[in-house]
């Protein structure tokens, strides 16, 4: 028999109240870690972010747009290697409900160049090249909408009106788990022609710029170069790191995020009530025995082993239970989502650091709620844990 | 003459309710040589189980000097004093005091955790001090699983494991039916007399007190 055998036979004394209390944890944890990953999920596209990528758009704002001769004067900056740029679509497929993914029109020459985390098979890429309606989309939308390549499929403009066509040419994936694959991308020259033929004045024009820098450490001053071009012109720019670019967006969900946190510390917070409990409960019902021990001749630091290990017996058990469960909690809430999931996260899954994190806290509790009943078995003198005076 | 084992001179003993001082031993002082086999009796709140605990070193004195096995024990500390009482003293509790999840092997292997022994040791250890005491054929029963007097032969078990010098027993038959009482006590007495161990009891009972070879009466505090 050694000690460690006393701790997991002293965590089972009460098995009722130690299951009610790991199931307890468990679920704290697990909402902890579902919490965590929708946090992670936001931050998606911020991880997936390339440090040599600027986003110049029009400085009023990202609403309007900048002319596409601006791409030439951008590609002679020193210190920029490659330019591209894209228009926010905003297309309706079948309804409003299924439209919620983002479509883009880009340059079909340079936008997966600009992206290498899109992996394109090399002969879709120069079919979407050649092809002027033709599109490109990621794995995950063609999987929610079943789509193959050589599909034709049908769009309506909301922002740019009219009836649009596209053939899908080709399928891209991510190189990391991060990467978005729930976009849309297609010729910007199919919309731009269009424009021209039913709305001219809006022609010409792009959304936003992409930009990439020769070395990511002259990031900031391409960028101020970038904006100092076009300086009191028609069209002012503002030109960022993608990070804060990615940032600015998640930036407008501030509040629901700063909610989203304060309430997972709620959970630890209970979590270490429910165990505090548990073990104050213990260490109450048990002075007598840690009494007896002492007699016995075993000191504090045994006395600490005992306790702090049951408490950490018993926070374990439910961190790995509750980590556990995280995984159909994530994959319930993804279809409790349903078709909205990919427009709001595109990436969406329990990340190592998650995992991480929430053992840490379920260690962290293990050992919080140990401090008093440890303190007060090491303290109480052993005449008064026999509570016998002669 | 031998030095002996228990060594009191003018042991006093107050406990504090808030700044009122309550006296419960005043100036005691004794020897008690090895070997003995010694009862300790008094009325309720006497100080005879302040006195054991002060002689088994989990309570300390106000004023005085207490010897016990050639150690003065008001110069040591609380670390070195649970070290002094695993290898000295073997106790005896009147409710047994058994870890209830523990079989009574494992409860009498308790105090052997302190000691270097590998585990065979210990459990060989463990089962000679059952057998002893006679529960050779109860080593994974639980406390619950036995009787008052077969709990208290477990305790004792316990108490001798580790072979200590000195054993402490208080009221050892107070929760016990007359004849587990008897049994303990021919128990103890066989302790005494066959392993020469040195014994001190607390009890009320006069039947558990005439097998002491030597009775000491205690009344407020001080010797009758």
């Given at each position: ?390 | ?28 002082s004794m020897t008690v040589p090895e070997g003995e086999f010694l009862a300790l009796m008094g009325p309720s709140g006497s100080g005879k189980t302040t006195l054991l605990n002060l002689i088994a070193g989990i309570d300390r004195p106000t004023r005085g000097i207490l010897r016990v096995a050639g150690t003065e024990l008001g110069r040591l500390s609380e670390s070195e004093l649970a070290r002094w009482r695993s290898r000295t003293i073997g106790f005896i509790f009147q409710f047994y005091n058994l870890l209830p999840v523990l079989t ?121």
């Amino acid at each position: 028999m050694e000690l460690f055998r006393l701790i997991f036979k002293n965590a089972l004394r009460h098995p009722l109240r130690s299951v009610l209390t790991v199931l307890g944890i468990a679920i704290a944890i697990s909402a902890f870690g579902l919490i965590r990953t929708v946090i992670g999920a936001w931050y998606s596209g911020v991880e997936a972010s390339a440090p040599n990528r600027l986003i110049t758009r029009n400085a009023v704002s990202l609403g309007f747009p900048l002319p596409i001769s601006y791409r030439e004067a951008i590609r002679g900056i020193p210190g920029v290697a490659d330019v591209s740029y894209a228009n926010w679509f905003g297309g309706i497929y079948i309804d409003e409900k299924h439209s919620q993914f983002p479509q883009f029109a880009v340059d079909p020459a340079t936008w997966f160049e600009l992206y290498p985390e899109f992996h394109l098979p090399p002969e879709q890429e120069t079919a979407f090249k050649q092809q002027r309606n033709a599109a490109v989309v990621g794995r995950k939308l063609a999987e929610r909408f079943n789509w193959k390549v050589g599909d034709t499929i049908q769009m309506r403009g909301m922002i740019f009106p009219g009836n649009w066509e596209f053939v899908i040419r080709g399928i891209y994936t991510g190189a990391q788990k991060s990467t978005d694959e729930t976009q849309f991308h297609f010729h910007y020259q199919y919309l731009d022609e269009k424009l021209r033929q039913t709305e001219p004045w809006r022609a010409g024009n792009v959304g936003w710029y992409v930009v990439k820098v020769q070395d990511p450490k002259q990031a900031a001053e391409v960028a101020d170069e970038i904006d100092r071009r076009f300086k009191n012109s028609l069209a002012e720019t503002l030109t960022e790191t993608e990070k804060a670019f990615i940032l600015g967006f998640i930036s407008m969900s501030e509040t629901i995020l700063v909610a989203l946190r304060i309430i997972s510390m709620v959970i630890i917070g209970v979590i270490l009530l429910v165990l505090s409990n548990t073990m104050a409960m213990t260490a109450r019902e048990r002075l007598s025995e840690y009494a007896v021990l002492k007699t016995l001749g075993f000191g504090a630091r045994h006395l600490v082993f005992l306790i702090v290990g049951e408490s950490l017996l018993i926070a374990l058990a439910g961190g790995v239970l509750g980590i556990l469960i995280t995984y159909p909690a994530a994959h319930g809430f993804e279809r409790a989502m349903g078709d909205a999931m990919g427009a709001i996260f595109p990436a969406f899954d329990v990340a190592p650091v998650t995992q991480l994190i929430c053992g840490l806290m379920a260690v962290g509790v293990g050992l919080a709620a140990s401090l008093f009943p440890t303190w007060r078995a090491v303290q109480v003198r052993i005449v008064d844990g026999l509570r016998r005076v002669g | 003459m031998a030095d002996p084992l228990i060594e009191l001179v003018d042991v006093s003993k107050s406990y504090y309710r808030d700044s009122l001082e309550i006296p419960v031993l005043q100036n005691i002082s004794m020897t008690v040589p090895e070997g003995e086999f010694l009862a300790l009796m008094g009325p309720s709140g006497s100080g005879k189980t302040t006195l054991l605990n002060l002689i088994a070193g989990i309570d300390r004195p106000t004023r005085g000097i207490l010897r016990v096995a050639g150690t003065e024990l008001g110069r040591l500390s609380e670390s070195e004093l649970a070290r002094w009482r695993s290898r000295t003293i073997g106790f005896i509790f009147q409710f047994y005091n058994l870890l209830p999840v523990l079989t009574a092997l494992e409860n009498v292997e308790l105090p052997l955790l302190l000691t270097p022994l590998s585990k065979k040791d210990r459990r060989e250890h463990a089962a000679v001090a059952l057998e002893l005491v006679g529960l050779a054929d109860r080593v994974d029963h639980y406390p619950k699983q036995l009787s008052g007097g077969q709990e208290q032969r477990v305790a004792i078990a316990r108490a001798i494991v580790t072979d200590p010098t000195l054993l402490l027993a208080d009221e050892p038959t107070g929760d016990l039916d007359r004849t587990s009482a008897e049994e303990i006590m021919n128990l103890l007495g066989r302790l005494n007399a066959e392993f020469r161990k040195t014994i001190l009891i607390v009890t009320h009972d006069p039947r558990a007190a005439e097998r002491a070879r030597k009775v000491i009466h205690l009344d407020k505090g001080a010797f009758a």
